[in-house]
């Protein structure tokens, strides 16, 4: 079945860093949507990407979707504390309507 | 809005004993889906809903589990009996379309000893 494979699985940074975390599928995707999970809470929507290419900015947040529709980066510049908590992308297939997720990135940032 | 509402928000249980999860989607959205979250496994998608019809329930892990949805209002999953390795946080989510965003409950934490 479908994988979406996502990495690394911690990363730890110093508060200001930079933070990058991958999602890579074995299959094209239709579109790729990321969510944050704080600790102890639930995920929480933050975007999608649909078209091939495709680049988002939220605030620090950059969000990119590959040429070839198989992987997405989300970028976040100048970690902050509140920053911290595990990042997850959900890929979709145009076979399949329901996305899966990946396994997450956790973000820990050290004030 | 208030979400999607998910009770209880926590539930000890010892193995062998019957354990119910319940959801409130939020209104008007056409889509649910039961999630369970481990360490060891991420989150996994145990079933989904399409208006109140279950659609895809290959990720229901056992016949141990079970998921009703009787009106677009309000689901349920069962675990009968329970073991320990049922242990996780369980997520209900609600969407207006399959391909939109999901909203997450808060989750139910599920201990079984």
């Known amino acids: 079945g479908q994988q979406v494979m996502q990495i690394p699985q911690y990363q730890h940074v110093q508060e200001g860093e930079d933070f990058t975390t991958y999602c890579n599928s074995s299959?094209?995707?239709?579109?790729i949507q990321w969510y944050k999970q704080r600790p102890g809470g639930h995920p929480v929507f933050l975007i999608q990407l649909v078209k091939s290419g495709e680049v988002k900015k939220q605030k620090r947040l950059t969000f990119q979707f590959g040429e070839a529709k198989k992987n997405s980066s989300l970028h976040i510049t100048a970690t902050q504390t509140t920053d911290v908590g595990t990042y997850f992308c959900a890929g979709r297939t145009g076979g399949s309507y329901i996305p899966t997720f990946g396994r997450g990135t956790s973000l820990i940032v050290h004030p | 809005d208030a979400g999607v509402i998910q009770s209880p928000r926590h539930e000890v249980t010892e193995m062998g004993q019957e354990v119910t999860l319940r959801c409130k989607p939020i209104s008007g959205h056409d889509y649910l889906f039961w999630y369970r979250q481990t360490m060891m496994r991420g989150l996994e998608l145990l079933i989904y809903f399409n208006n109140n019809v279950p659609i895809d329930d290959s990720g229901m892990p056992e016949d141990r589990f079970s998921a009703k949805m009787p009106n677009a209002s309000f689901s349920t999953l069962k675990i009968q009996p329970s073991e320990p390795r049922d242990s996780a946080v369980y997520f209900c989510a609600s969407s207006l379309f399959q391909e939109t965003e999901a909203f997450f409950g808060q989750g139910t934490r599920l201990t079984v000893v």
């Open positions: 299959t094209t995707l239709s579109n």
